[in-house]
Every structure is written in C-alpha cells, then in structure tokens.
C-alpha cells in the first residue's frame, strides 16, 4: 500500500515570517499557496465587531498603543499595522469574504480578552459573520477556552472544532488528564506546541481517538519534526518553506 499521509499545512496568522501577521495581504497570498488552511486571531472591538488581530493591546502588531476592546471597529480600521503597505486591521468579515467561494478551510481563534476571561458574545457574533459569508461549513473555530470551543462544537456545522493546548498545563496534568479534558467535552482533536510533542506521546493521543495539531513548526527542524509525527495539521509561519518540505 502506498503512504497517503500528508499534514495539513496551516499558515498561521495568515504567515507571519512572510507578510503582516492577521493582515488582508496575507491571507490573500496565503489563498495563492497550495495549502490547505490559514489561521486567524478575533478579538472584540468596542462596537461588538469581531476584529482579527492577535493580541488585546495594539503596540506590537500596530502603529498605535492600548486595548483592541476599547475602541470601535471603525477607529481600528484606521490602524496601520507594522510592517505592512498601509494595512490596517481588518474584520472578521473582511477576512471572511476573502475566502468565500475557495477551497481553503480557515481556521479562527477566539481569544480571550486582556483579563484573560472570554469576550460576551464574542463566539455567536463570529459565526454569524462565517454564515453571513456562507462559509461556516469552511471553517473551523480554535479555542484555548474549553468551554468556548465546547460551545462552537455545539453549535455545529463547522469543518471542525480544535481545542488549544499550552505545554503548562501538559507538564501540570500530562497526557491522561489532557485527554481526560478532551473526552469529558467530546473533542476529537487537539492542538499544542510542536516542542511539548514526540512520537510516543502522539501514540498515547491517537490512542485515545484524537487527532493532534502543533504550532510553533516555523523552520526546517521544527517542521521536519511535525511531518515525521504525522500530525494531522502544521501550524506555522511560514507556509512556503513548509510546502517545500512536505514535498
């Protein structure tokens, strides 16, 4: 029998060793690659606007300074991002719209707000935006919340649902009690940094009837490693030299 495996490749932030992270001109030439899906980061503007940018505060990907939720998604969309060619932060529906009508899957991240604790309404209104793009069947939501991911699973009619990981909580509970986690809410895959992996804890996972993703696979030696795990889905910032290696 011939070897049919092959990870998706998922240009995390829309790639950010290439192009603006979480900009309109990454996930644009993100769609011109031969991968499978893109990632990207939704926070809640002032306004209740879904806006994709991955931190709660503006100064590390932007030319300006404070909270993402403290201004409207309009102010926002007069932000300049770094590093780009007069970007701005763009929304979830901006974003959405680009991937209507293609193949590639995107993948969306709810993110928690600056305290940590997850935004009111933040889940509901993102995926009224996929179904107002008639993508939602496209995409998948990606949560470190337990719960938020839960309830994107129980909302249904997405490709999918992936619980995020930290290497913290795998070194606090290990393997069985992340499992114990993902059993309890029904996850059936799971996502964490490609460091915290090796073969024999990706044997106990898919024992246990998950599927597994890593982030973090970002240069050759952190690829490399991801593909000869066999994960389901690379995370990474660049998708080119990931194409490259995957063959």
Not at 1 to 17: C, E, K, L, W
Not at 28 to 33: F, T, V
Not at 151 to 163: F, S, Y
Not at 221 to 241: G, H, I, Q
């Amino acid at each position: 029998m011939p070897n049919r495996y092959q990870a998706d490749i998922v240009s995390h932030r829309g790639g950010t060793f290439l192009w603006p992270e979480n900009s309109l001109e990454a996930f644009g030439n993100s769609l011109m690659l031969g991968i499978e899906q893109a990632e990207c980061d939704v926070h809640l503007s002032a306004d209740g606007i879904p806006v994709v940018i991955h931190d709660p505060v503006l100064q590390r990907t932007t030319e300006a300074q404070g909270s993402v939720a403290a201004l409207s998604a309009e102010a926002l969309g007069q932000i300049r991002l770094r590093g780009g060619r007069g970007g701005t932060i763009p929304t979830l529906a901006e974003v959405a719209t680009l991937f209507t009508g293609k193949s590639m899957q995107l993948q969306v991240e709810v993110k928690p707000d600056i305290t940590g604790a997850a935004y009111p309404g933040l889940l509901d209104r993102s995926l009224a935006v996929l179904d107002k793009a008639g993508i939602r069947s496209q995409c998948r939501i990606i949560a470190f919340d337990a719960e938020v991911a839960a309830a994107a699973q129980q909302a249904g009619g997405l490709a999918g649902v992936i619980w995020l990981f930290e290497r913290r909580l795998l070194q606090a509970v290990g393997a069985e009690g992340v499992i114990a986690v993902a059993r309890a809410y029904g996850f059936n895959m799971v996502e964490t940094d490609v460091v915290a992996l090796d073969a024999e804890l990706c044997d106990r996972f898919r024992a246990a009837g998950l599927r597994l993703g890593a982030w973090g696979a970002n240069h050759a030696e952190t690829l490399k490693k991801a593909f000869s795990l066999r994960l389901d889905a690379v995370a990474t910032d660049n998708p080119v030299l990931a194409t490259e290696l995957r063959g």
